[in-house]
């Protein structure tokens, strides 16, 4: 497969689900665990809330 092309991916799946997530149990959220598990860089390094949330 294409890096690109799963970066692309990435990004929306991003822009679709974690901008404007108000999830408070955002530990629970598949998406994350999925973008952690195939070591996506995190929109922001912090231990205390979604390390993906927009």
């Known amino acids: ?5 799963l970066q ?3 990004m929306y799946a991003i822009g679709n689900h974690c901008r ?19 070591y996506c860089p995190p929109a922001q390094e912090t231990k205390t809330d979604c390390q993906y949330r927009q």
Not at 1 to 5: A, G, R
Not at 20 to 38: E, H, P, Q, S, V
């Open 1 to 5: 497969m294409d890096v690109t092309l």
């Open 8 to 10: 692309d991916l990435t």
């Open 20 to 38: 404007g997530c108000g999830r408070t149990d955002w530990k629970k959220c598949y998406l994350r665990a999925l973008l952690m598990d195939t």
